[in-house]
């Protein structure tokens, strides 16, 4: 009919001019039909009005500022269904109530992936850890709180200047210990996923976050917990992994 003939003809004039922007000839075009299609239902919802350059490319995920309605700027991360390592990432739903049916296929489980990013980033932000604010999600693309400046995004911690490192480095143990006791490991957590935003630290990637009921969880805390105590520890504070686990673990 001719309501649906509009929206296609919208449709592929958002997509048109999604493919003409700088950041597409950079990217090389990498967005499938379903993922125009999500990001065209986010401008349709409000969420986004446009998408503006590339922040980061990985290997499962790109992610890019876009613009947000009243001047906003948010974050978003595509990911991309078919290089998804889906394996590993299945094996990281294993044990969460949350997740407890998806078996199926990739798409299945990289799907299931972006609404448990959402979802932890929403637990993670009620149990008092700073993350991105979640916004939406819409199939494989996650929207959040943009975090950094006009200039450019917020650095990894690696990156960043660290000011105090003994007082970041308590604020990266509190952080560890809220998320534990909200029970949720990361499960990547290294300077790498902790970004400097206006001299605050924000915890992001959090999609591989486990639950507690993981059967690794505890290994992954261990993990964690070495990863950053060895930061923290080679710039000269007196941090240790095993301490900080048992820190993070004790009543
Ligand atoms: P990688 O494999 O590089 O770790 P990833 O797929 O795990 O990437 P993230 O770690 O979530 O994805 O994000 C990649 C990079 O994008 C981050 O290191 C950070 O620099 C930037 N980034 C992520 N989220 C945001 C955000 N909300 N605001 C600004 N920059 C962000
Ligand atoms: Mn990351």
């Keep these: 009919?001719?309501?649906?003939?509009r929206q296609d003809r919208e449709f592929s004039e958002f997509r048109k001019r999604l493919k003409n922007t700088e950041q597409f000839k950079v990217t090389g075009?990498?967005?499938?039909?379903?993922?125009?299609?999500?990001?065209?239902?986010?401008?349709?919802?409000?969420?986004?009005?446009?998408?503006g350059g590339p922040i980061s490319t990985g290997?499962?995920?790109?992610?890019?500022?876009?613009?947000?309605?009243?001047?906003?700027?948010?974050?978003?991360?595509?990911?991309?269904?078919n290089a998804s390592d889906f394996r590993q990432m299945r094996d990281y739903l294993e044990g969460d109530p949350r997740f407890?049916?998806?078996?199926?296929?990739?798409?299945?489980?990289?799907?299931?992936?972006?609404?448990?990013?959402?979802g932890n980033l929403l637990r993670a932000k009620k149990a008092g850890v700073r993350?991105?604010?979640?916004?939406?999600?819409?199939?494989?693309v996650l929207v959040?709180?943009?975090?950094?400046?006009?200039?450019r995004a917020a650095p990894t911690l690696d990156d960043a200047d660290l000011g105090n490192p003994e007082t970041a480095y308590e604020v990266v143990r509190e952080y560890i210990r809220r998320l534990y006791d909200a029970g949720l490991?990361?499960?990547?957590l290294s300077e790498y996923n902790l970004v400097v935003d206006d001299g605050e630290l924000v915890v992001i990637d959090v999609g591989q976050a486990v639950t507690v009921h993981h059967p690794n969880s505890e290994e992954f805390l261990r993990r964690d917990c070495r990863n950053v105590a060895n930061f923290f520890a080679r710039e000269g504070v007196d941090a240790d992994g095993d301490d900080l686990y048992d820190y993070v673990v004790s009543e």
């Design 1 to 5: 009919d001719r309501i649906a003939r």
């Design 29 to 51: 075009g990498v967005f499938d039909d379903a993922t125009f299609a999500a990001l065209y239902k986010l401008v349709q919802d409000g969420y986004i009005e446009a998408i």
């Design 59 to 81: 290997k499962e995920a790109d992610v890019f500022e876009a613009l947000a309605p009243e001047d906003e700027t948010v974050a978003i991360k595509v990911y991309r269904i």
């Design 100 to 118: 407890e049916n998806i078996r199926g296929d990739k798409k299945r489980v990289v799907l299931a992936w972006v609404k448990k990013e959402y």
């Design 131 to 140: 993350v991105p604010d979640p916004i939406a999600v819409q199939r494989n």
């Design 144 to 151: 959040m709180e943009y975090l950094g400046d006009e200039t």
């Design 185 to 188: 490991v990361h499960g990547d």
